[in-house]
């Protein structure tokens, strides 16, 4: 590099940009390409674009106030319907069956 030629005894010659940062000539092509159809929008893209970013904003605050709700209901923790499901099935096996693991029954 002609720079590192140039300023060979500088010390500080490491911290330069064009030294410390390698030009990638792909990423620059599709950053490019990128930007283009960034410029390109319409305004009616525009405004779709914005209202499904409302959306999304609006749902991920549903969740979280339901999140924070059920957490709430249940002893501060999040509420996991898998586990919930276990545990009623383990311990809700039913008279007859529980009649046989003791020994009783028919």
């Known amino acids: ?14 911290k330069h940009p064009m030294i410390k940062f390698e030009y990638d000539m792909e990423h620059e092509s599709r950053r490019r390409v990128e930007l283009d159809l960034l410029q390109r929008r319409t305004y009616s893209q525009e405004l779709k674009i914005a209202s499904t970013v409302i959306a999304a904003r609006r749902l991920n605050k549903r969740i ?36 046989h693991k003791r020994g009783g029954g028919s």
Do not use: C, F, Q
């Open 64 to 99: 979280k106030m339901i999140k924070r709700s059920l957490g709430e209901k249940h002893g501060g923790r999040m509420y996991d319907h898998r586990m919930a499901a276990a545990a009623s099935s383990s311990t809700h096996d039913g008279p007859s069956s529980s009649s």
């Open 1 to 14: 590099m002609l720079l590192r030629v140039r300023n060979g005894r500088d010390p500080d010659i490491d």
